[in-house]
């Protein structure tokens, strides 16, 4: 037995079962990470950089470059992410519009070959669990088609994108 309203505020005659509301705005509420996870996870990237500035590895953050911004740069047809945001700050940088971080010098998804960017964090996570992130997971069959290319994508294309990672001093 479900409960209707018998009207909403603007006075329509519309009718609308409680359960499919809370239902819809419980999914909404779990799409969105909360703050505390946020704080969680920055907590776990920075802890994986260390005291020496520890960087991941080539291949990882080829990969992660593929998620992010797409194959456009070795001719492929894989475009960018759809929350891939340009930086105001400086218009040559990206962040992620999803994750919530903003954009500041230090969520910038690439940087100068010297200086460390997001991407090079060894422990990294990514709001829509995108291959060569940590908190990566297979895709959802048909519900992320973007996913599902990235994981079938051929190895050795993927080496081909180009990635700077400075040496540590």
């Known amino acids: 037995m479900s409960i209707h309203r018998k009207s909403c505020n603007c006075n329509c005659s519309k009718k609308e079962s409680y359960n499919s509301r809370f239902s819809s705005k419980m999914r909404s509420v779990k799409k969105m990470p909360s703050k505390l996870t946020m704080i969680q996870s920055f907590a776990r990237s920075l802890a994986s950089r260390g005291l020496t500035n520890k960087k991941t590895d080539i291949p990882t953050k080829q990969l992660r470059v593929l998620s992010c911004f797409g194959d456009s740069s070795i001719g492929g047809s894989l475009g960018p992410c759809e929350h891939l945001t340009t930086s105001e700050v400086d218009g040559e ?32 996570a990514c709001p829509l669990r995108m291959p060569g992130f940590s908190n990566y997971d297979g895709s959802d069959c048909k519900e992320n088609i973007r996913k599902n290319i990235i994981e079938n994508y051929a190895p050795i294309k993927i080496t081909e994108l180009t990635v700077k990672i400075a040496e540590k001093d």
Not at 98 to 118: F, I, M, R, V
Request: proline share 3%; with cysteine.
């Open 93 to 124: 940088k990206f962040y992620c519009g999803k994750c919530g971080c903003g954009d500041k010098k230090s969520t910038w998804l690439q940087a100068e070959s010297d200086e460390y960017s997001k991407l090079d964090y060894p422990s990294l």
